[in-house]
């Protein structure tokens, strides 16, 4: 498979699981995101160092692939910094999607 349709399946999960959250258990919408963004920064956070030249994921020790998922990482950190910033700068947002 392609990294676009990687990206458009995790896409439609985060999609499928905040719609469905709201709908059978009443989550609100911003609620769920900050859940999935901190459960993906702990995930990557406990497999970084298989991604470590000449670990589990990077044998032949490519430095690429340890840049590339630290700055992955910078991403998500920041994605769950600024969701987390604006659910507490914006409690409003708590009442869409929750019932």
Known sequence: M??????FLS???ILVVVIGLSI????????????????????????L???MPGEWSNMEGSPEVWRRSRVELL???LVMFALLVIT???PGLGEYGAH
């Not at 392609?2 to 990206?7: A, M, P, S, T």
């Open 24 to 47: 059978f258990a009443g989550v609100a919408y911003i609620y769920t995101l900050c859940g999935l963004s901190v459960w993906a920064v702990i995930g990557h956070l406990v497999t």
């Open 75 to 77: 991403i998500k950190s």
């Open 2 to 7: 392609n990294e676009k349709f990687n990206i």
């Open 49 to 51: 160092d298989d991604d």
């Open 88 to 90: 507490m700068a914006f």
């Open 11 to 13: 896409s439609l999960f």
